[in-house]
């Protein structure tokens, strides 16, 4: 039975609270806390059974954060009362995910129960066991050895069929078919023995090595915004560290260190090479295993995102229990425009998880060692690459490919993949035009996790926003490339832009010294808009240019769509906050514009709006190349 923990150090309200429990007690044990130390030991005592923490906001020797912070913690469902919050205290709960809900005072029975039997599904859901007997287990290993079974059909089938296995039983065939690859002897010197405390990878850091763990743990740690390390989670025997920096050659995203005596096969990209070539039936079930990393990688940011959702909701309904304070009117204004600018990156990540589970299958049939295979994997990797091109330049490479395809849409699916001067193995009686689509589904599982990756990034620095607005942290200032940001703006709009006709012309620009999230705010509400102008369908064609003034050299961003144009008399209003020219149906706070312009002055640029009603609206935003005060603000923060 499920443990929830109800802590308050008052206990008349502790006690009222265990009694409207009560209906739930037969399915749930209630365990109390009157202070911080007792609740504490309670949790060490009972970590792996308590799915509920229930706990007042502050208390006589603490408050919920101090109970929080700890790692014992990090699996259980958090829930916070009070009466009045903190909403200082509140942002910092929520940028630090140390909360899953919060509940204002005073508080009806049956809402209480109603949202503890939510958080405690939500628990369950995420502690879901998917593990299977030890002897299943036991057999997949057989998979690789010579079949003896009865019966060779069904072993070909499960073979084949890796979805019958769960993920532990996929990873245990591929480390014991690892490890009958060994028994020979460890020419290759893979199998590696470390004691506690020792560093597998480091954030930040270039990676070269594959680790499966086979025995003991290893904790991932990441540093947060603010530069505190935090720990992420325990991997286990059966499981796999560095999979995604190993292969595309990027940094390590997060710390490995050992916490006991631990046992791990270390691969680097030679050995793994020669293991594949001379044991071509391993690569089947390790291909396998990888996908499914990148997909539980992919889950695990959806679900992220929807407990980001929650926490906003919860967010509001702090906020309508103080509507009466002026502070908290601004802060409900903050919340509700940051969840309007969810809306956009949650939908591309779930709209892109939909289409994965359309193409992982396709990618498991092709999984052997032929020139098609092995370009259609580097077709996989180009795919998590960001290439920006105009226009101009996809139309002048396509008439060069022409001549030789002779089917336009194919020309363009080439060149997208940056395939156009490479030639397409034609095997297994398929024709150039099925080779060339079959090569652009490979493309589109690497394009959806470089997307995904993208908004959930987003996402992330839109949250990192709720302290920059509050006041309490600052924007990270960097040298961008600005073609960059506004090709991440229009994948988020991927789905939306399906019927228009995006025209791109970008001239070379140098990098600029700016607040790349911030800017990135700024592409976001003014194409936005102009899907809403537009009605759905349209043309929206996007500029730059570079201004090489002497003194000032300047870079211009120009965005504009063929909508009904905004009448000469609103043009002066259009960046007043809460003026908004939304048709019905289309959700508008009059705040999107207000901020831009507020973005733009803060980088001692321009924003300009030009408009002929019944054409076109135009916005020509000008950002000046060297930023003295943006660059002296990196520059601090460097040596601070």
Not at 179 to 205: F, W
Not at 280 to 287: G, K, R, V
Not at 455 to 483: M, N
Request: proline share 4%.
């Amino acid at each position: 039975m499920l443990t929830m923990l109800c802590v308050d150090s008052d206990p008349l309200r502790l006690a009222q609270i265990i009694e409207d429990l009560q209906p739930l007690s037969a399915r749930l044990t209630l365990l109390q806390a009157t202070s911080l130390y007792q609740a504490k030991q309670l949790i060490l005592q009972n970590k792996q059974n308590i799915a509920l923490i229930l706990c007042a906001q502050t208390f006589t020797d603490g408050n919920a954060m101090s109970i929080f912070k700890g790692s014992q913690c990090s699996a259980m469902r958090k829930m916070v009362y009070g009466a009045v919050p903190s909403t200082t205290e509140l942002i910092d709960y929520i940028n630090q995910s140390h909360i899953d809900y919060f509940l204002p005072l005073p508080y009806q029975a049956q809402e209480l129960i109603t949202v503890i039997q939510e958080q405690i599904s939500r628990y369950k859901i995420n502690h879901q066991q998917q593990s299977s007997p030890k002897n299943s287990i036991v057999n997949t290993t057989c998979l690789l050895d010579k079949p003896e079974q009865s019966n060779p059909s069904s072993f070909k089938d499960k073979f084949l069929d890796y979805s019958l296995y769960s993920d532990s039983e996929l990873s245990n065939l591929v480390i014991k078919s690892l490890h009958k690859v060994l028994e020979t002897g460890d020419q290759y010197k893979v199998r590696r023995r470390y004691s506690a405390n020792h560093i597998l990878t480091r954030e930040g850091e270039k990676n070269c090595f594959l680790w499966f763990i086979t025995k003991g743990e290893v904790l991932l740690k990441k540093r947060n915004a603010q530069g505190e390390v935090q720990d992420i989670t325990i991997m286990q025997a059966g499981t796999m560290v560095g999979g995604m920096s190993f292969l595309t050659g990027e940094a390590a995203f997060s710390t490995g260190i050992t916490l006991v005596d631990t046992e791990v096969l270390k691969v680097d990209n030679t050995i793994f090479s020669q293991i594949m070539q001379s044991n071509s039936e391993l690569l089947a079930p390790f291909t396998n295993l990888l996908l499914r990393n990148f997909n539980r990688r992919l889950q695990h940011s959806i679900s992220t995102e929807l407990a980001l959702q929650e926490t906003l909701q919860s967010l509001d309904i702090a906020y309508n229990q103080l509507i009466e304070s002026e502070k908290m009117v601004v802060l409900g204004q903050l919340v509700t425009g940051v969840a309007h600018e969810l809306n956009n990156p949650v939908a591309a990540i779930l709209r892109g998880s939909d289409s994965l589970k359309e193409l992982i299958f396709t990618l498991i049939c092709c999984n052997d060692n032929t020139p098609f295979s092995q370009l259609a994997r580097q077709t996989l990797q180009q795919g998590l690459s960001l290439i920006p091109l105009s226009t101009s330049e996809i139309r002048q490479r396509t008439n060069q490919l022409l001549p030789k395809i002779k089917d336009k849409k194919l020309a363009k699916y080439l060149i997208n993949m940056n395939l156009d001067t490479k030639e397409i193995p034609l095997e297994n009686k398929r024709n150039l035009q099925e080779s060339i689509l079959l090569l652009d589904k490979f493309y589109q599982v690497g394009s959806i996790l470089r997307n995904s990756n993208a908004c959930a990034s987003r996402i992330a620095d839109l949250v990192k926003s709720l302290k920059h607005y509050a006041g309490q942290d600052s924007p990270v200032s960097e040298l961008t490339d600005i073609h960059e940001g506004l090709e991440e703006t229009l994948i988020i709009f991927e789905n939306k832009l399906k019927n228009y006709s995006v025209i791109k012309e970008y001239q070379q620009l140098p990098k600029i010294e700016c607040h790349p999230i911030e800017l990135e705010q700024v592409w976001t509400n003014i194409i936005s808009n102009a899907i809403d102008a537009t009605g759905d369908t349209g043309i929206i064609k996007i500029s730059t240019c570079y201004l090489p003034y002497e003194e000032a050299p300047s870079i211009q961003v120009i965005i504009e769509d063929n909508g009904p144009g905004v009448p000469a008399t609103n043009l002066d209003k259009i960046f007043e906050l809460n003026y908004t020219t939304k048709r019905e149906g289309h959700f508008g706070l009059g705040i999107g514009l207000t901020i831009c312009s507020q973005i733009i002055k803060q980088h001692h640029g321009s924003i300009e709006i030009e408009s002929e009603p019944g054409l076109f609206t135009r916005f020509i935003i000008t950002l000046p190349v060297f930023n003295p005060n943006i660059e002296s603000e990196r520059l601090s923060l460097l040596h601070s």
